[in-house]
């Protein structure tokens, strides 16, 4: 899929869509960079938390109206996900029409065709053009688009099975606007569980699993909230005076 026709066929339709505003167009280009990130997965999963700070969206209602929006309009579909260690999932919709091929997948065959053009076991050297002094990468052709994004050429190797200690889950819950006392439950849970889930399956990825912990962490405050508007303002109802002289009339 070509992405600079995507995105140039996306802004044009923001032109003439009077229903989007500002947060509209911003969640999107959040969500368009993570569908980049996932070499254009045909479907790929996202942490809400991560979306809003990207997005610059403060309101968790303003979030769901949005993307609920967007799905209602078109532009992408989504698929809310009622797993807490498991994001919602997004299929981005293809705007405008295009002459080659959406691949969604990892396709082998394509990733050695890459090889020839970006050697993965070869550094990167870079050579300046003679014309405009510009840096040209000698393993890629000099004109037509990249058959592969150069960022992603390899395939991403997840090294957060584990933390590096207490520290590390500390610093990524302060991190996230988070409080660090939390972050010390978080830890000497897991760490009494061996980095394990429930069901006794090994924790792939602990950052996925903190932010989690805090977004039900969240949930289980607002629930727990007292609810102090029913609360009488008159202290002394039940206040009687032990010097009562009972024997007066009534």
């Known amino acids: 899929m070509n992405y600079i026709k995507q995105l140039n066929a996306a802004f044009e339709k923001f032109h003439f869509d009077d229903r989007l505003n500002p947060t509209h167009i911003s969640l999107y280009m959040a969500l368009f960079q993570e569908w980049n990130s996932s070499r254009f997965a045909n479907e790929f999963y996202v942490n ?3 979306l809003m700070r990207v ?18 309009w078109d532009y992408l579909s989504y698929f809310p996900s009622n797993n807490p260690y ?3 999932k997004i299929k981005m919709s ?11 997948q990892y396709d082998p065959e394509l990733e050695q065709l890459a090889e020839r053009y970006h050697p993965t076991r070869e550094p990167v050297v870079y050579q300046h053009h003679p014309n405009n002094e510009q840096a040209v990468y000698p393993h890629r052709p000099v004109s037509g688009q990249a058959l592969v994004s150069n960022i992603n050429n390899n395939k991403q190797v997840n090294i957060n099975k584990k933390p590096k200690g207490r520290q590390a889950v500390l610093d990524f819950f302060v991190e996230k606007y988070f409080n660090a006392d939390e972050g010390k439950k978080f830890f000497a849970h897991y760490e009494a569980n061996h980095w394990k889930t429930s069901d006794g399956k090994t924790i792939r990825d602990w950052h996925a699993l903190a932010k989690n912990w805090m977004d039900r962490t969240e949930l289980f405050d607002k629930k727990n909230t ?3 508007a029913g609360a009488s303002q008159n202290r002394d109802n039940l206040k009687t005076s032990k010097t009562k002289d009972y024997g007066q009339p009534l």
């Open 48 to 50: 809400r938390r991560d």
């Open 55 to 72: 997005a610059k969206i403060g309101s968790k209602s303003t979030y769901h109206r949005c993307v609920t929006d967007l799905d209602l």
């Open 86 to 88: 498991k994001g919602s």
């Open 94 to 104: 293809i705007i405008g029409t295009t002459d080659e091929p959406n691949i969604g």
């Open 226 to 228: 007292p609810n102090k």
